[in-house]
Every structure is written in C-alpha cells, then in structure tokens.
Nanobody
Framework: QVHLVESGGGSVQSGGSLRLSCAVSGYIYTAYCMGWFRQAPGKERWGVAAIDSDGRTSYADSVKGRFTISQDYARNTLYLQMNSLKPEDTAMYYC????????????????????WGQGTQVTVSS
C-alpha cells in the first residue's frame, strides 16, 4: 500500500514563500509521474507541476518561474518550492502520483492519478 503525506502548508503574505513536502511510503515503482494539484473552494482541481522518475518537469503557465518541483530519491520525498506567492495561489494543495508511467508532455493528468495525499492548505493574504 502506498501512502502520500503532505506537509508545509500555511498562511503567508503576498510575495512570500512556502515549501510543500510529500513523503511517499510503501512500494515505489521504478517509473512514475508525481505532481502537485490544487483546488480552491468551488473550483476544479488542476495540476500545478509534475516530475517523473527521470527528472523531467512540467509546470502550469500560471506558476512558471515562481514554483519549483523537485524530489529527493533517498528520502522518497517530493517538494514544491513556492516563491512570489499571490492571493490567487490560495488553495488546498494535493500531492499525487501515477505509479508505473512516466509523465506525458503536459505533465500529470487528473485522470491518470492513482494515489492522492490528504492535502495541505495554502493561504496567501494581500
């Protein structure tokens, strides 16, 4: 059984930074695509960034240049460094994984996710 556990959310002022972490436990596949999704109240969940087991990354246009996704293979941990945060970044952030496949050219699609974390809240005030 695979478990994804997020941490690092919180409240920050506009322009601030946060780093989210996602600890992965259980069986780890050789090939995978992992990513971060976010969902604001009343809105759909959508992909923010993704990275696969070969280190290829992809980002949503709205976060390019501000967010960086990375992974620590030794610690089985996924990160999302978020800089220059804006109020519109306020959402619940979810760690997600598609084990057994590499990321597609557009990253990790919602339909391909087979494991989710419980989510961590990020609130950015103006």
């Amino acid at each position: 059984q695979v478990h994804l556990v997020e941490s690092g959310g919180g409240s920050v002022q506009s322009g601030g930074s946060l780093r989210l972490s996602c600890a992965v436990s259980g069986y780890i596949y050789t090939a995978y695509c992992m990513g971060w999704f976010r969902q604001a109240p009343g809105k759909e969940r959508w992909g923010v960034a993704a990275i696969d087991s070969d280190g290829r990354t992809s980002y949503a246009d709205s976060v390019k240049g501000r967010f960086t996704i990375s992974q620590d293979y030794a610690r089985n941990t996924l990160y999302l460094q978020m800089n220059s945060l804006k109020p519109e970044d306020t959402a619940m952030y979810y760690c997600a994984a598609d084990f057994g496949d590499y990321c597609s050219g557009s990253g990790l699609a919602l339909i391909d996710v087979n494991y989710w974390g419980q989510g961590t809240q990020v609130t950015v005030s103006s």
